[in-house]
């Protein structure tokens, strides 16, 4: 008479698809019993047993064998005993041995004179079937994934969330506040001033954020380390990876790729120009227009009345070689030349709403234009679609069977696809870039030489750093080339071309003649050339004294409103100069320009 252990397991007891319930399985043991000899122990696991040596009962159950408390096994099914390959191999070994005298299921018996593969691969099996599970699992991961998911924990700014249809299905959404004011970190990255340590330390102090707090953790300002790995990840660019791959997601882009890749090149830039701690606004700016050296900055303390004091900063060409020359400029006159160029591009506010007013309502009546080619190209794209899939199913109905041309025209196929997607992609971004554009030079044009005058080092750096591509210092002619940014050159020329047309419409007021405020100007600069205005401007003194109306153009619509004008302004046509520049260029949006 054999004494049996008799041992059930189901792995979860929540799951009832595939398992029997233990109950049901000690009930058919137990019928089993009678003909075969007394049951020794019953015992009942609820565990998996994928993982070895996690089964306290079962690791009892071989104890008692061991010791010979029991001599055989009685059990559902073989794979209720192991479903890994060490358990499975104890168990076949103790078998091999004649510790276990049988293995007795409903459906088979192992003695241990008997071949033992059959076991092996019962528990084989298993464990392939843990391996298949979980490549289901990985496979199901990977068609979300597909189709844009995101399964991992939502990066800072976004939320996970369930599907309201399918509660199985995680979604991503923007979490707010933080969505909004990570895109605030986005233009400051954007206007390639700031390092993400400091844009993490001004999101924290000045703007409060926090991070979202979870059950275990946040709550916490952002850090450096964090902060960085935000402005890499391009999550926030509307992409979701799984596996080294790249998708477009289905959550919500904080950036368009464009501005991402324009970080990532300030990013990569970083070392050269935020390397050193910068005590000067200016440093890294200017380049020696004699020996092309970077422009360097000292701080020397000078005497003030009374005994004290007071810094001066003075502006050189770094002159590493001792080639050049130590001769240069205070920071004063530097900051008093970039003031003249800047208020060589400034518009004053009615006519900059006038003038953008009317340049969005041209770009308007282009964007109808586009949208006519985009529905057309969503069409083709239509057409591609359907050809793809009718050459999927005629290859599966087996009524293409040469696998070369089908692969072959799988490719056009999918070349197709991918050439008319890009195009789609540059017509409406091309659009939504050139109206940014557009709003962004117009903000720049009213605001940035007052912001500029008011600003501290910081501000006064970032707006000097969009005013123009390029400066070039030339110490001992005590001057400095000013290349300024073509689409501010462009906005400022739009805004005359309005105000000309303005004036041509309703003659202003009586004015004294030649009493028109041109000087300094662009309206008597040089005609439009592709690239960048280059420009000198001679420093001179800087303060509240220097700031009139006179250097501002569009002084003939002083006292007026915009809203009186605006009724009465015709449609005027952008030039193409203008057009190429909000095309081509990249302007990035200057932080707390739209709060005055
Ligand atoms: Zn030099």
Not at 222 to 228: H, N
Not at 484 to 505: T, W
Not at 559 to 584: D, F, K, M, N, W
Request: proline fraction near 5%.
């Amino acid at each position: 008479m054999l004494r049996y252990a008799l041992y059930t397991r189901k792995s979860d007891e929540r799951r009832e698809v595939t398992e029997k319930s233990t109950s049901e399985q000690l009930a058919e043991c137990r019928a089993l019993a009678p003909g075969l000899g007394t049951i020794a122990r019953e015992f009942v696991e609820s565990k998996s047993a994928k993982v070895p040596d996690v089964r306290p009962l079962f690791r009892e159950m071989i104890r008692q064998i061991k010791a010979g408390e029991a001599d055989a096994i009685l059990c559902w099914k073989v794979d209720r005993l192991a479903r890994n390959m060490k358990e499975g191999g104890e168990i076949a070994q103790l078998l091999i041995d004649g510790k276990i005298k049988e293995i007795r299921t409903p459906h088979a018996c192992y003695r241990p004179g008997d071949n033992i593969l059959p076991l092996v691969l019962e528990t084989a099996t298993s464990t392939q079937y843990s391996l298949d599970l979980k490549i289901n699992v990985v496979r199901g991961l990977s068609g979300h994934f597909e189709r844009g998911g995101w399964n991992a924990r939502a990066p800072q700014g976004y939320r996970n969330n369930r599907d309201l249809v399918n509660p199985k299905v995680g979604t991503v959404v923007a979490d707010e506040p933080r969505f909004t004011l990570l895109r605030k970190g986005w233009d400051m990255m954007l206007t390639g001033a700031y390092g993400p340590g400091q844009v993490a330390k001004m999101l924290s102090e000045v703007y409060g954020y926090r991070t979202r707090t979870t059950v275990s953790r946040g709550g916490t300002p952002l850090s450096r380390s964090y902060a960085y790995k935000i402005f890499t990840n391009p999550f926030y660019a509307g992409y979701t990876w799984y596996m080294g791959q790249l998708r477009p997601g289905v959550h919500p882009a904080m950036v368009t790729e464009a501005e991402f890749g324009r970080v990532q090149e300030i990013l990569g830039m970083s070392t050269v120009t935020h390397a050193h701690v910068r005590e000067f606004a200016y440093t890294g700016l200017m380049r020696c227009g004699h020996c092309g050296a970077q422009i360097t900055a000292e701080l020397h303390q000078v005497k003030a009345a009374g005994g004290t004091t007071k810094p001066y900063r003075f502006y050189r060409c770094a002159d590493s070689k001792g080639m050049c020359t130590k001769r240069g400029l205070s920071e004063a006159k530097v900051e008093a030349a970039i003031e003249r160029a800047l208020a060589s591009v400034t518009v004053e506010p009615e006519l900059c709403a006038i003038a953008q007013e009317n340049l969005l309502r041209s770009l308007k009546g282009r964007s109808e234009e586009a949208s006519v080619i985009y529905a057309q190209q969503n069409a083709a794209l239509a057409d591609v679609e359907g050809q793809q899939s009718r050459l999927v199913s005629m290859w599966l109905r087996g009524l293409l069977t040469d696998e070369s041309q089908y692969k072959a025209m799988e490719a056009k196929l999918a070349r197709e696809k991918r050439n008319l997607l890009l195009k789609t992609g540059a017509c409406r971004d091309e659009l939504e870039r050139m109206r940014a554009n557009a709003e962004a030079g117009f903000r720049y044009a009213e605001y940035a030489r007052q912001r500029f005058l008011a600003g501290d080092a910081k501000r006064k750096r970032e707006i000097a750093k969009v005013l123009a591509a390029e400066y070039t210092f030339f110490g001992p002619e005590r001057r400095i080339e000013i290349a300024v940014k073509p689409l501010l050159c462009e906005v400022v020329r739009y805004a005359q071309s309005v105000e000309q047309g303005l004036r041509a419409e309703e003659p202003p007021p009586d004015r004294p003649a030649g009493n028109t405020p041109t000087k300094n100007t662009l309206a008597e600069s040089k005609p439009a050339k592709s690239g960048s205005e280059l420009r000198t401007f001679e420093p001179q003194k800087v303060g509240p004294g220097s700031f009139e109306l006179g250097q501002k153009v569009g002084g003939v619509l002083c006292g007026r409103t915009a809203e009186t004008v605006l009724g009465i302004c015709c449609v005027q046509a952008p030039s193409l100069a203008l057009l190429e520049a909000l095309r081509s260029e990249f302007f990035p949006e200057i932080l707390g320009f739209q709060s005055s």
